[in-house]
Nanobody
Framework: QVQLVESGGGLVQAGGSLRLSCAAS????????MGWFRQAPGKEREFVAA????????YYADSVKGRFTISRDNAKTTVYLQMNSLKPEDTAVYYC?????????????????WGQGTQVTVSS
């Protein structure tokens, strides 16, 4: 069993930056691919970014490519999402997810464990 806890959300002005963290406990993340998803009010949960088990392969949604960066520190069992040039449309609850595979994917149903989410609000 893997427990995931997100942190780092908050209120920021458009153009600003935030860094989300996802701390894992219960099991090492070394054999898990990790992902970030987000859900805005009234919308489906959507893929944001994913990273493979060793951090050498990443994948991003087109809407965040060039602005967001996913990274991981397996020694600290933590995954990060650096978000720059934030836009009001980035406002959502952001969720961290773990997949019991070394390969990163964008499909929500392929992830096995989820955190509770952290709110990100970008004001215009």
């Amino acid at each position: 069993q893997v427990q995931l806890v997100e942190s780092g959300g908050g209120l920021v002005q458009a153009g600003g930056s935030l860094r989300l963290s996802c701390a894992a406990s219960g099991r090492t993340l070394r054999s898990y691919a990790m992902g970030w998803f987000r859900q805005a009010p009234g919308k489906e949960r959507e893929f944001v970014a994913a990273i493979n088990w060793n951090g050498r392969s990443t994948y991003y949604a087109d809407s965040v490519k060039g602005r967001f960066t996913i990274s991981r520190d397996n020694a600290k069992t933590t995954v990060y999402l650096q978000m720059n040039s934030l836009k009001p449309e980035d406002t959502a609850v952001y969720y961290c997810a773990a997949r019991a595979s070394v390969v990163e994917v964008a499909t929500r149903d392929e992830y096995d464990y989820w955190g509770q989410g952290t709110q990100v609000t970008v004001s215009s």
